[in-house]
């Protein structure tokens, strides 16, 4: 991804986001969330983004589905920020949904040990 000078890199991840580089590939945002606030606590070596309820509410994923969308949201932020943390909250509380549920200072770490590239 390429960013220019004073660009809002929320919109840009954002649409990567919304639309992954191949069809067969699950989307991790609906074409309905937003992002509403992104930020890096470098002292915490974490980054913080904060969500609309259509990324719960538009998910229609089971756990298993769910867990691999939040570890795409997580592996994505971690990757660019250089963070092994990120914190995800929903329209400013902690994320939570009917089968995961995090609270204010739980976090999500990076693992890349089941990902691998698509070519």
Known sequence: MSLKTNEN???IIESYLKNPPKEELNKVFSKN????KLYLNNSQNK????VSKEFVQEMNAGSSLE???????????GNYYNVDKVYISVE??????GHIAITENEVFYVDYKNVYEIK
Do not use: A, F, W
């Open 92 to 97: 400013g509380k902690p994320y939570e949904s």
């Open 33 to 36: 969330t937003k992002i509403n």
């Open 9 to 11: 890199i929320d919109k």
């Open 47 to 50: 980054v913080y983004i904060d």
């Open 67 to 77: 867990s691999m969308i939040l570890q795409s949201l997580v592996n994505t932020l």
